[in-house]
T-cell receptor, first 117, second 113 residues
Framework: GAVVSQHPSRVICKSGTSVKIECRSL??????MFWYRQFPKQSLMLMAT?????????EQGVEKDKFLINHASLTLSTLTVTSAHPEDSSFYIC?????????????FGPGTRLTVT | AQSVTQPDIHITVSEGASLELRCNYS??????LFWYVQSPGQGLQLLLK??????LVQGIKGFEAEFKRSQSSFNLRKPSVHWSDAAEYFC???????????FGQGTELSVKP
């Protein structure tokens, strides 16, 4: 149980275009989803917290107009990287929680490798 | 400040040997502690978690971790390492802040035959 999927697993796009990444909880309803960014050989950096039916909460330094997050249902959150540039190339990982309880663990998706050329 | 420190960036152990990965945290409230494992190019898999109660917690794949409040530590252990355990291991702390996690820098584990 508690499986989270991401699509696509890899994407290459040209500079200036937008890319959408989907995060789905397959066998549970996720009231909260999180989006992380991971650079090579580094830890995960939280970008934003996404609650179903409400606006995402972005971490300091993350441009909300560049990284658009939508959490339209209890099983789907999307991250859209708008006007992507090479510096946006990274590994993006989402996670989902079963409940709003703070001690509820996060279950992670397999990640999406974004390369902007 | 809230933080998680994993002092060892890279550890190499022989297959069959015991393993201990260190994790120290700084957190202002009651911490919830987690260990995750990440294989190359993959997401994170939850190994184990500690919320309260018994300070020695058992996880999947034969891992265990011990919470020591006096030392602000949550070290991960395994009595006998298998080659398939080679991966990146992350310690994380969370609490009553909407479930946000703070991750350590990660420890890369290599297993030699």
């Amino acid at each position: 149980g508690a499986v989270v999927s991401q699509h696509p697993s890899r994407v290459i796009c040209k500079s200036g275009t937008s890319v959408k990444i989907e995060c789905r909880s397959l066998d549970f309803q996720a009231t909260t989803m999180f989006w992380y960014r991971q650079f090579p050989k580094q830890s995960l950096m939280l970008m934003a917290t996404s609650n179903e039916g409400s606006k995402a909460t972005y971490e300091q330094g993350v441009e909300k107009d560049k990284f658009l997050i939508n959490h339209a249902s209890l099983t789907l959150s999307t991250l859209t990287v708008t006007s992507a540039h090479p510096e946006d190339s990274s590994f993006y990982i989402c996670s989902a929680r079963l409940s709003r309880d703070s001690y509820s663990p996060q279950y992670f998706g397999p990640g999406t490798r974004l390369t902007v050329t | 400040a809230q933080s998680v420190t994993q002092p060892d960036i890279h550890i190499t152990v022989s297959e069959g040997a015991s393993l201990e990965l260190r994790c120290n945290y700084s957190y202002g409230a009651t911490p919830y502690l987690f260990w995750y494992v990440q294989s190359p190019g993959q997401g994170l898999q939850l190994l184990l978690k500690y919320f309260s109660g018994d300070t020695l917690v058992q996880g999947i794949k034969g891992f265990e971790a011990e919470f020591k409040r006096s030392q602000s530590s949550f070290n991960l252990r395994k009595p006998s390492v298998h080659w398939s355990d080679a991966a990146e291991y992350f310690c994380a702390v969370g609490g009553n802040q909407g479930g946000k996690l703070i991750f350590g820098q990660g420890t890369e584990l290599s297993v030699k035959p």
